[in-house]
């Protein structure tokens, strides 16, 4: 009788442990990867999972000798979910990093899961400032607003613009681009006046810009997260802004390069400042985006699918120094890190553990050379900057 429940429990527990090996396997190491590849922020998921993607089809799946391995799941942006996924992945799939995440308040939903399971979370896409401090074990290989948006906000008085309207989405990253533009563009002397926030959801930009033509500004400076860029520019010119003398100042996110073509001429020659640009003259830059327009015909990358491609090269060189250990030794291995991404030079900073790159300020022109289509041409860079709400709360 004990012989056999002694027996059936040796069975129970090494069918157990097959299993458990069988989802830990030594060497293999599971990138989980939560994207919104559905709903209003599908554009982000698309280009996200295509720039890692080619990161491997470029780079091959082996490295340290371990096998790199995608788990990619849909969150629909929306946080709950995200939550519950990255919960599955770390205790299921026993991902060893979690990484992706679309929208800000996915990567605040996931946040606390790295860090009670000690998994390395790379953010490859959401851009509040504050994101790497809701848990240690975040890593940004994106963008922050404030670092997109000073470059923008001090460009502009020395250009004539004196009076600025703003305009964000209503959320994170909106909330630090709209206190960035102020700050900056005022200590340069413009005056901001008004202050204009619009839902992240289903968004009507129509009684936002009557406001915008109300009160009569040099510019309007926007920030709307990626995908929303279309409509915006549609309703301007509908509404007839461009001809009452407004001009139209950005994050690069408004002049996204997925949709900055098929925005017509209505965008030609707003200036925006961002991280990347697919006409980024460097030879890097137009091999990769060769390569991202052969693997995907018809779609141009986009400042998501480089966050995303430069996240999957920051865990290959981790995972390369680490000799493949994971948990805190793979987190330590990505702080420091420098290495030349489609957009120029980047670096971790080990302290706060955001991207250090340079900033560009671009104008929508088309550009004969490049089939006459629209691009974010670049004018000048401001050379490697931090993520400025780090030093200012
Ligand atoms: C964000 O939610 O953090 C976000 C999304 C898209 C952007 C920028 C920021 O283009």
Do not use: C
């Amino acid at each position: 009788m004990y012989k056999k429940i002694f027996t059936a429990t040796l069975i129970m527990y090494s069918l157990l442990g097959t299993n458990s090996i069988a989802q830990t396997k030594p060497d293999v190491i599971k990138i989980g990867v939560i994207l919104p590849l559905t709903g209003a922020f599908s554009t982000t998921g698309r280009q996200s999972e295509a720039g890692m993607r080619l990161y491997m089809a470029q780079h091959g799946n082996k490295i340290a000798g371990k096998e790199i391995e995608l788990v990619i799941k849909d969150d629909g942006s929306v946080a709950d979910a995200s939550r519950r996924i990255a919960q599955e992945m770390v205790t299921q799939d026993k991902v060893a990093v979690l990484a992706g995440f679309g929208i800000t308040p996915a990567a605040l939903a996931a946040a606390p899961i790295a860090t009670r399971s000690k998994t390395p979370m790379v953010v490859t896409a959401a851009a509040t400032s504050s994101i790497t401090e809701a848990s240690p074990f975040v890593v940004r290989t994106g963008f922050t607003l404030p670092q997109v948006t000073t470059g923008i906000a001090a460009w502009a008085p020395k250009n004539g613009i004196k009076t600025a309207v703003s305009l964000v989405a209503d959320y994170g990253p909106g909330g630090d681009a709209e206190k960035f533009f102020k700050q900056i563009f005022e200590s340069n002397g413009g005056k901001v006046i008004s202050q204009l926030r619009a839902p992240v959801r289903n968004p009507d930009y129509a009684p936002f810009l009557q406001r915008v033509r109300e009160d009569k500004p040099d510019a309007v400076f926007v920030f709307l997260p990626a995908g929303q860029g279309a409509i915006f520019m549609k309703q301007f010119t509908e509404r007839g802004l461009d001809k009452a003398g407004i001009r139209l100042i950005a994050t690069g996110d408004v002049t996204d390069d997925e949709l900055l073509n098929g925005m017509g001429d209505a965008v030609l020659g707003v200036i925006t400042s961002h991280h990347y640009s697919v006409a980024h003259p460097s030879a890097l830059n137009q091999k990769f985006v060769k390569s991202f327009e052969s693997a995907n015909p018809g779609l141009r990358p986009n400042f998501m699918a480089v966050g995303a491609y430069d996240g999957m090269h920051l865990i290959y060189n981790a995972v390369e120094k680490t000799k493949g250990a994971v948990g805190p030794e793979l987190l330590e291995a990505m702080k420091g890190q420098a290495f030349e991404s489609p957009r120029g030079m980047i670096k971790i900073d080990p302290k706060t553990r955001d991207v250090v790159q340079d900033v560009y300020i671009r104008r929508a022109e088309r550009v004969a050379s490049m089939n006459n289509e629209i691009y974010n041409v670049e004018l000048s860079s401001i050379p490697a900057v931090a993520d400025p709400g780090k030093t200012q709360k």
